[in-house]
DNA sequence: ACCTGAACACCGTTCAAGT
DNA sequence: ACCTGAACACCGTTCAAGT
């Protein structure tokens, strides 16, 4: 796309993403036609199309803007004097910050990511990257003795990035109180994971199931 | 729906539940048109919507399939003496017996699942039980003493089992030979979980990190 | 009951035409 | 460049009609 206006350009993507966002989180991706986007960011299908070339590129706009995000809560990792510590604090920032307008947008977006080519292998390079974020800050606190040495750092940072995947995706099917419910067994698995030998004096707590409570859709 | 005869109704279910997988896995759930399932399965479409009433409970069917199969691969939990050695073989016995096709299918649905209310009530459930039986199985072998007390079955459970799901979920970005790379690592991780006292003599293995292949796609 | 295929309302996307 | 809205090919689903 040209554009003669950069400034105007990213504004307008800007207002899209966030009009397609709020219709996501409203009625899914697929029930959310481009009718439907147009009306939220009050605007005609041409010149929707416009500045973005099709529906998964709305979403491809989305993953980057998440892709942001997750950089910023893994930075601190990389100078993290004590790792097992700024990972919990990145955990509980996560868990304070998601709402479930975030769960719910980010299950539609890793939906249409597993099965769209192109958002796949976006996805895929974000995935990497932060792996290897991990991988990195875990090989530092086994130089320094921190935590314990004898197990590969990429293989451990599979696992924990696996772990919190995981969690967050039966965190969008139970509702994002489930999020805070889990924050102590998810540090508390981090830590046995990490520092197998000592055992926290803090034991897992029990989940509070809760009924199967409806979210509500205004 | 009415049904005179019960033998043939299930049969064409059968039919076309394997058919509407073939073109998920092949296109995508969205891709795929109700034609081409028609196609695939070898009838009109009025014949199609007189077995399923619409194209979501087409997956509510998979999704019955995928539940039964987890049934069977947890119901050895249930006694076995062994609880790390029986979680390990289950995670073997999947890892052995999962293929792309399954993994693309399970994404697939997985996506749909998030999307539609009834279905994720359905998926729900399903996790609900999953927990229920493994922390019933962990529950034993603390009181037997075969693992770590201190901690709540529940929330262990629920711990191993978003565990499990995102690394199927990183299987699903990353095609299937994957999940044999990450299995030491997770059957690692298990014995780190819930005996962490002890500290196996097998280190992590390192992952295989492998190009970015394509999946074939015939 | 089981099956067909035309028909309905609607979808994502394009494009000639304006400014 | 930026924007409009009618138009195109196609979608999931229904239903009158057959057996």
Redesign the interface.
């Known amino acids: 796309m040209r554009t003669r206006n950069p400034d105007h350009n990213t504004a307008r993507r800007a207002a899209i993403i966030e009009a397609a966002a709020v219709c996501f989180v409203e009625r899914?991706?697929?029930?959310t036609s481009m009718k439907d986007v147009c009306a939220a960011a009050g605007m005609s299908p041409g010149t929707l199309y416009h500045y973005f070339r099709s529906k998964p590129e709305i979403i491809a706009g989305i993953v980057e803007d998440e892709r942001r995000q997750m950089h910023q809560v893994l930075a601190p990792l990389a100078t993290a004097p004590d790792l097992i510590a700024a990972l919990e604090a990145a955990l509980e920032g996560l868990a304070g910050s998601l709402t479930d307008r975030d769960l719910i947008l980010h299950?539609?977006v890793?939906?249409?990511v597993?099965?769209?080519p192109q958002l796949?292998?976006q996805?895929?390079i974000t995935?990497?990257e932060t792996v290897a974020v991990l991988a990195e800050a875990i090989a530092r606190a086994q130089a320094s003795g921190e935590i314990?040495p004898?197990?590969?750092p990429?293989?451990?940072a599979?696992?924990i990035?696996?772990?919190?995947?995981?969690?967050l995706?039966?965190a969008?099917?139970?509702g994002v109180q489930s999020v805070a419910a889990?924050l102590?067994?998810?540090k508390?698995?981090l830590a046995?994971?990490l520092r197998?030998?000592e055992?926290s004096a803090l034991?897992?707590?029990?989940?509070a199931?809760g009924p199967?409570d409806e979210r509500t859709m205004p």
Do not use: N, S, W
């Open positions: 899914g991706f697929h029930a299950a539609e890793a939906a249409e597993l099965r769209d796949r292998e996805a895929r995935e990497r314990a004898g197990f590969d990429g293989a451990m599979t696992i990035g696996g772990l919190v995947d995981g969690l995706m039966r969008a099917l139970e889990l102590p067994a998810a508390q698995a046995r994971l197998p030998g055992q034991a897992l707590q029990p989940i199931a199967a």
